[in-house]
């Protein structure tokens, strides 16, 4: 058991990349499924798509109102729409909880049911606990204050805000799952008291989007994964922590490539490749 909260490096990155061999196809590689984005905010699931792609998945399913499907495969006509084979779910980017339909919701419970590992984020967090496959959400600290006041958990955001590190373990332990605390430091933590701190190396990532990418990121490497996550919990948490990574060293080089100024979320997302490229060759030297 872990005693105290550890940086999450390069080299603890680098361990969870692992490129196609040659004998693997799309399947084996992974394949990832996406329920997300809404009328009112399509470029979640455009970004959280892109993100997935970009991570080296073999496979990327989609599912989502037509006219947000339209709006992916204009971006990323590889990807797949509807059901089908799935090795681990993205649920809930840009969607509101408050204006779920009845389909959307039997899409998000059908996909729950799968059992395999879920990312969970925005419009499906209050999911978490309805189902018991291996599972991270991704709450920034305003939403984690309304997830726990909804299991009645007494907190506030000012108080989650003054001690980030103790909220995010409460809710792990209280909600039995990884807890992947957003932030300028954001924290990675779980019920077996594995805890990781992933360090944003610039804050140019506090912009609109990120969450999605960051999402697309984690269920990708969770799909490529997901044959030790069925017997590594930990595997999860680690997976987590280099999702965060990740996509921290793609903000920085998106920035630098603007010459240190401001990045989009897309920006970021387009530079995952060249980060897990470095990742790999890490891991050879």
Not at 106 to 113: M, N, V, W
Not at 186 to 209: I, S
Not at 261 to 277: K, T
Request: charged fraction near 20%; include cysteine; aromatic fraction near 4%.
């Amino acid at each position: 058991m872990a005693t105290e909260w550890r940086t999450w490096s390069a080299a603890d990155a680098a361990a969870w990349i692992s490129p196609p061999g040659v004998d693997d196809d799309k399947y084996t590689r992974g394949v990832v499924g996406l329920v997300s984005g809404s009328v009112e905010f399509p470029g979640a699931a455009v970004l959280g798509v892109e993100a997935a792609h970009r991570t080296g998945v073999g496979l990327v399913r989609y599912i989502g109102p037509r006219g947000v499907r339209a709006a992916v495969l204009l971006r990323r006509p590889e990807t797949v729409v509807g059901r089908g084979r799935v090795q681990a779910w993205v649920l809930g980017s840009g969607i509101d909880p408050t204006r779920r339909s009845f389909v959307l919701l039997g899409d998000l419970q059908h996909a729950l049911a799968d059992g395999v590992p879920v990312v969970l984020d925005a419009g499906a967090l209050d999911l978490v606990g309805t189902h018991t496959a291996p599972t991270v959400i991704t709450p920034h600290q305003r939403e984690l204050a309304r997830l726990l006041a909804a299991r009645e958990v007494p907190s506030s955001l000012d108080e989650i805000r003054d001690d980030p590190a103790a909220w995010a373990e409460r809710a792990a332990h209280e909600l039995g799952v990884v807890v992947l605390l957003k932030g300028a430091t954001t924290r990675v933590c779980d019920p077996d008291g594995n805890r990781y701190v992933v360090e944003a190396p610039t804050h140019w990532l506090a912009t609109g989007g990120t969450g999605d990418v960051l999402g697309g990121i984690l269920g990708a490497l969770a799909a490529t994964h997901h044959a030790r996550l069925a017997d590594d919990a930990a595997a999860l948490t680690a997976l987590a922590a280099t999702a965060a990574w990740i996509q921290g060293e793609a903000a920085l080089r998106a920035s630098t490539a603007n010459g240190g100024g401001p990045v989009v979320a897309l920006d970021i997302a387009q530079s995952v490749p060249g980060v897990v490229g470095d990742l790999l060759a890490h891991r050879a030297g």
